[in-house]
């Protein structure tokens, strides 16, 4: 079992840029996918970012050179640095681990990973 908690959500304007920290229970090595999905008003939860346990990162279109992950293995914190943030980003932000990447074509299904954080609300105002 890995437990995750997220932090760092607010309420910024556009623009603005905010880090969200997802901190894991116990180290989740290099078999394990981990990523950030969010959740907006009346809408489906969608992938965002991942970070895949050979270090390759995928983003999705929407917030492809906005949106950074990364990961510090000291700490076991998966991390998400979100620059010029749009009142379209505004979502609660879930972080999600699973053992062993899902192929390519399914890395932003939600079905596809097994542990999930409570979710941290991000707010952007216009």
């Known amino acids: 079992q890995v437990q995750l908690a997220e932090s760092g959500g607010g309420s910024v304007q556009t623009g603005g840029s905010l880090t969200l920290s997802c901190s894991a229970s116990r180290f989740t090595d290099a078999t394990y996918c981990m990523g950030w999905f969010r959740q907006g008003p009346g809408k489906e939860r969608e992938g965002v970012a991942i970070?895949?346990?050979?270090?390759?990162?995928k983003y999705a279109d929407s917030v492809k050179g906005r949106f950074t992950i990364s990961t510090d293995n000291v700490k076991n914190t998966l991390y998400l640095q979100m620059n010029s943030l749009k009142p379209e980003d505004t979502a609660m932000y879930y972080c999600?681990?699973?053992?062993?990447?899902?192929?390519?074509?399914?890395?932003?299904?939600?079905?596809?990973?097994?542990?999930w954080g409570q979710g941290t609300q991000v707010t952007v105002s216009s």
């Open positions: 999600a681990a699973t053992r062993w990447c899902p192929r390519s074509t399914l890395i932003f299904r939600e079905s596809a990973y097994t542990y």
């Open positions: 970070f895949e346990g050979d270090g390759s990162t």
